[in-house]
């Protein structure tokens, strides 16, 4: 809703309108060591603010947001080392894994012991994550067929806990459940009670 020159705490604006979410979020959360940055009042479509590049619209999540963007807000930051534990056939497999997440777009490596050691053990993922959803795969060595690509889609908890199921992709056409050694962390600070969507700005290191 407009408000004319007038800002709620009391400042003016001249030949402008301000709308509420104009004020909300000066500063954003990004990366696991928990970084702000500062997304300014106006202009978050582009365009240079204190020296920051703004190069996407900071929006709020939601279904026009169908593919993997680096400047979506997110509720949570999976950046950082972690383990995946894998279950095939009531056998657990472990897997070391490291997140790169920008935005919504999750990259990084997973490792793989399992994989024969004159074959490469890791190799890149690439996924997404949109609210508690995320998904991300992994594509094994061409001579490992039985596997092929592998796809992980899972949750996150309300507490960060992120589990799910597998599936693979190749002739052996495998399924199972997974989950994630280490929580989630929140792309936002507890503090902060006036963002109800509790999405924030995150950025790999």
């Keep these: 809703m407009p408000w004319g020159n007038a800002l709620p705490n009391g400042r003016k604006k001249k030949n402008a309108i301000w709308h509420e ?12 060591g928990g970084h702000a940055h500062h997304r300014g009042q106006r202009g978050e479509c582009g365009g240079h603010h204190a020296g920051v590049e703004q190069r996407g619209c900071f929006r709020p999540h939601g279904p026009s947001h169908p593919n993997c963007n680096r400047w979506q807000l997110e509720r949570w930051n999976l950046n950082g080392s972690n383990t995946i534990t894998a279950i095939y056939n009531n056998a657990p497999f ?41 998904t991300f795969s992994f594509t094994y060595p061409a001579s490992m067929t039985f596997q092929g690509t592998r796809t992980y889609t899972g949750t996150i908890s309300r507490r960060g806990g992120v589990s799910g199921t597998w599936s693979d992709g190749g002739t052996g056409h495998s399924t199972g459940t997974w989950s994630l050694g280490s929580k989630a962390d929140r792309a936002c600070p507890r503090f902060w009670w006036w963002n109800p969507r509790h999405e924030c700005f995150v950025r790999s290191h």
């Design 21 to 32: 979410e104009d004020d909300l979020g000066a500063l954003c959360w990004s990366g696991r």
């Design 94 to 134: 472990h897997y070391t894994e490291t997140f790169k997440q920008d935005g919504s777009c999750l990259t990084g490596t997973l490792t793989d012991t399992n994989i024969p050691s004159n074959l490469p053990q890791s190799g890149p993922i690439s996924g997404t994550i949109r609210g508690n959803d995320v």
